[in-house]
């Protein structure tokens, strides 16, 4: 707790039942405040925040909403750089804002500062709740503990998992006193979240995340991994088209189809994830070393030579 804004944290065990928790959480604030007509929550095109009714509503994708309607109601999308449109969307019935950081699934996009500022602003004009998803970006991700100091704006809510439990299942929602007040005893629960081996799985992964020098370690390695990405760009211009993220939360967009390049990669005995506008995810591990970061660069480079050369095949078959 000491490493973040927070005063309470209610431990779960993943990215969903977090985000679960701080929907939950901003609805119960505005109904413990006499207001329960205050439910809906505006959340932002491209967003990915779990896959339970609630959050696959939230995130508004009807590739994961479809064949499980009526979708539940209280969520609204918009773009977030539709400034004019967000700041209408607020009326009696708003709750809160719940953005990702940099949305991962959405394209590897990193939210401008100044549009979470204005979200900061405009909640605190308005008494809503800003609650920010770091469940990819969070527990040094982008270099920093979570992504939202870099940008210098600061939730009232955030929901972690991932990264925290180094490969177990472990979640958690983190609030400020305000925030979680009507959050009493019995509100919430789960069977398993808070158990010993999770704890203790999560209080090890703080211990090196946290440790002197850990963190501008992963950032000196990200400017590695971009500065030989930016090589490969320059070498298949036509495979590769950009590099996005932050840290080691890297996107590549793609001149060629993402499954494509998935596909060749899985040839190369290397694992990429797809995402949103055409790109796809590098995660790699925060403690891999600069060997290895070479290693996945060759592989990567193989791959884009696999896909240029089936190209002319095509051509002339």
């Known amino acids: 707790m000491d490493a973040t804004f927070a005063d309470k944290v209610f431990f779960a065990n993943s990215g969903a039942e977090a985000n679960e928790c701080a929907i939950k959480m901003a609805r119960k604030f505005h109904a413990h405040g006499g207001h329960p007509e205050r439910y809906r929550i505006l959340t932002f095109e491209g967003a990915f925040h779990g896959r339970t009714l609630a959050t696959i509503a939230a995130g508004g994708q009807q590739k994961y909403i479809d064949g499980f309607g009526p979708k539940v109601e209280g969520f609204d999308q918009l773009s977030i750089d539709d400034t004019t449109g967000i700041e209408a969307w607020v009326s009696p019935e708003s709750a809160a804002f719940m953005i990702e950081p940099i949305m991962a699934e959405g394209g590897v996009r990193t939210v401008p500062p100044q549009r979470l500022r204005l979200l900061r602003e405009l909640a605190d004009k308005h008494g809503l709740l800003l609650i920010f998803d770091e469940v990819q970006t969070g527990v040094g991700r982008t270099g920093r503990f979570f992504a939202h100091e870099k940008m210098g704006v600061t939730p009232d809510i ?60 992963v950032e000196r390695k990200a400017l590695l ?74 592989r990567l480079d193989a791959t884009a030579s696999r896909l240029t050369e089936a190209k002319p095949r095509q051509a002339a078959e």
């Open 158 to 217: 955030m929901s972690v998992a991932k990264g925290i439990g180094g490969g177990f299942p472990l979640g958690a929602c983190l609030a400020t006193d305000h925030a979680a007040r009507g959050m009493t005893v019995g509100s919430h629960g789960t069977t398993f979240g808070g158990n010993p081996l999770a704890m203790a799985c999560g209080n090890a992964v703080l211990d090196v995340v946290l440790a002197p020098g850990f963190l501008q370690e």
């Open 225 to 298: 991994l971009k500065q030989r990405l930016a090589e490969l760009t320059d070498k298949h211009p036509g495979v590769f088209s950009e590099i996005r993220g932050e840290g080691l939360l890297i996107g590549l967009r793609l001149e060629v189809p993402n499954t494509e390049f998935t596909t060749a990669a899985r040839e190369e005995k290397l694992l990429v994830v797809p995402a949103g506008d055409n790109t796809v995810r590098l995660l790699p591990p925060l403690v891999a070393t600069d060997a290895d970061i070479g290693e996945a660069v060759r």
